[in-house]
């Protein structure tokens, strides 16, 4: 699949220093430094194609292209690959609904995620991958955790055996009644007759009527979820096999802790003999009107619906930017009027002959960033800059500056 257009990166100049990123790692419940590495392999799981990219996915891929951004501004090589799960249970329901073919909704919907993603700024994967053109090596996998032994199969269905995996549960910190609730609020089956544990994830689902299928060792059918993303994680990002994890950053909105990264990464284990990833790290869930932005409850806030009303992208990222990733996030109309007026404002700033000095500041910005993503910290720097440039203090930089918040914080001005 095609990622969308590369974005050019301004330079920092090598004066500044990158400390490590310290960032909170949900798999120790603690803020950990990432060491400091050559190559660093990013997975951010991505969407399922039926629905246009909303604000909580803003967020999220927000969340993880300042990871992206500040780890290659240390000067590494950063692998980043993500999913598309176009073939799933919510995608033909809705192309049913809608009397559209699965395939056309999700081309159609890909199509707009990749404009909202360019829109937002958001740097490309490296491999941005469709289950259905992945499909023969995610065959592959389902068909080494049944040689493995780990699998067992109820109606043509395949099941992994989630305990296999001595670490199952480390990442999620739940107990087994609240991963069976959750289970079975989140698309799983805990209550089907024939698993030897509730828990047990789906990795082939046979073909049903009406359905498409793929032919495969195990009968025609099409993957489970979770298998999909450690296929094509520990395919494209290349993990260095002496390495104790396969890649460093498991990403994706807390809604993912459990059951998709919690199985995916005992699946993943199983195939790669290696632990999964280094650091599981979750963005906050956004809502909206007192309620989870879901699409279930109707109140989505839609990209490109917002950019198509004359908002500007770089207003959405100062909007998202002036909270918390690791937090949930009611959110305001409001916002984007008040980071539309201070992007004008900061527009008014940079245009300035004389500004107030920005090497400080652009030091600030860097070590707020690798203090696990301190972005409402850096939006008050940037507030104290402009503050201090409009009484007239000197001395600064004003494309230094402006060339910084680029590169590291993906506001192009
Ligand atoms: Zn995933």
């Known amino acids: 699949m095609n990622s969308w257009p590369q974005l050019y990166i301004p330079e920092i ?57 500040y780890l290659k501004a240390t000067g590494a090589r950063v692998i980043f690959s993500q999913n598309i799960t176009d073939i799933d249970d919510p995608l033909l329901e809705r192309a049913a609904r809608d009397n559209v073919s699965w395939e056309s909704l999700a081309r159609s919907q890909i199509e707009l995620f990749r404009g909202d993603m360019s829109d937002l700024h958001v740097l490309p994967p490296d491999s941005y991958v469709g289950v259905v053109e992945a499909m023969d090596l995610i065959i592959n996998s389902v068909q080494s955790l049944v040689d493995q032994g780990k699998t067992y199969s109820i109606d043509g269905d395949i099941y992994f055996r989630v305990h296999s995996d001595p670490d199952f549960g480390n990442r999620s910190h739940l107990s087994q009644p609240e991963m069976i609730k959750i289970f079975s609020e989140r698309g799983g089956d ?14 082939w689902m046979a073909q049903k009527p009406g359905e498409p299928g793929w032919e495969s060792p195990f009968g025609k059918g099409r993957p489970g979820w979770h298998i999909e993303c450690s296929a094509i994680a520990l395919h494209y990002l290349e993990p260095d096999t002496n390495d104790a994890y396969s890649i460093d950053i498991q990403g994706g909105g807390s809604d993912l802790i459990f059951p998709h990264h919690e199985m995916s990464a005992s699946q993943s284990a199983s195939l790669s003999h290696q632990k999964f990833s280094r650091n599981y790290v979750h963005a906050g869930m956004i809502g909206f009107e ?42 305001k109309e409001s916002f984007i009027e008040s980071a539309s007026r201070e992007i004008d404002s900061l527009r008014v700033s940079l245009s300035k002959v004389d500004v107030a000095p920005t090497q400080r500041v652009i030091e600030d910005i860097i070590s707020s960033l690798s203090n696990n993503l301190d972005t409402p910290r850096i939006l008050e720097i940037l507030r ?18 402006s060339r910084a918040i680029d590169a590291l914080l993906g506001l192009a001005l």
């Open 290 to 331: 007192g309620e989870k932005m879901s699409k279930s409850l109707g109140n989505l806030v839609f990209v490109s619906k917002l950019i198509s009303s004359g908002v500007e992208p770089v207003a959405i990222r100062w909007a998202l930017m002036n909270h918390h990733y690791s937090t949930d996030l009611m959110w």
């Open 13 to 69: 100049p090598s004066s500044f220093s990158f400390p490590a990123l310290k960032i909170f790692n949900t798999e120790l419940q603690a803020i950990e430094t990432l060491p400091k590495r050559d190559t660093y392999r990013l997975y951010v799981c991505g969407i399922t194609p039926y629905d246009a990219t909303h604000l909580g996915h803003a967020a999220t891929y927000l969340t993880f292209d300042l990871i992206h951004r």
């Open 384 to 401: 104290q800059w402009m503050s201090d440039t409009n009484s007239g203090t000197t001395g600064g930089h004003a494309g230094e500056l």
């Open 190 to 203: 805990p209550l089907r007759k024939g698993k030897e544990n509730p828990l047990d994830a789906l990795v």
